[in-house]
Nanobody, 123 residues
Framework: QVQLVESGGGSVQAGGSLRLSCVAS???????????MGWFRQAPGKEREGVAT??????TYADSVEGRFTISRDNTKNTLYLQMSSLKPEDTAMYYC???????????????WGQGTQVTVSS
């Protein structure tokens, strides 16, 4: 079982920036570098959607965040990041970190989830 803990959420004005982090851990050693990691978000009344995913040397982004968000990972620290810039009110959501075997933006394909961190963008 893999535990994921997100941090870095908060409230910002439109145009601002935030950096989310997600630390992965497990009761025993696990191959963090081999997992695909992703950021997903869910706004009130909406379905959970993929934001960005990173594998080994590959990344992909949702069209809505392309050019504004950057996903990265530090395998030496078992940590995933999401640098968010030029934030818009429509980016307001609970942001979740997830891990899985699939390189995908499809939430149902991910195996492990964090508890989420709230991002609120005001106009």
């Amino acid at each position: 079982q893999v535990q994921l803990v997100e941090s870095g959420g908060g409230s910002v004005q439109a145009g601002g920036s935030l950096r989310l982090s997600c630390v992965a851990s497990a009761a025993s050693a696990f191959p963090y570098s081999k997992y695909c990691m992703g950021w997903f978000r869910q706004a009130p009344g909406k379905e959970r959607e993929g934001v960005a995913t990173i594998g080994t040397g590959v990344k992909t982004y949702a069209d809505s965040v392309e050019g504004r968000f950057t996903i990265s990972r530090d395998n030496t620290k078992n940590t995933l990041y999401l640098q968010m810039s030029s934030l818009k009110p429509e980016d307001t959501a609970m942001y979740y970190c997830a891990a899985g075997d699939w390189f995908t933006l499809e939430p149902s394909r991910m195996s492990f989830w964090g508890q989420g961190t709230q991002v609120t963008v005001s106009s």
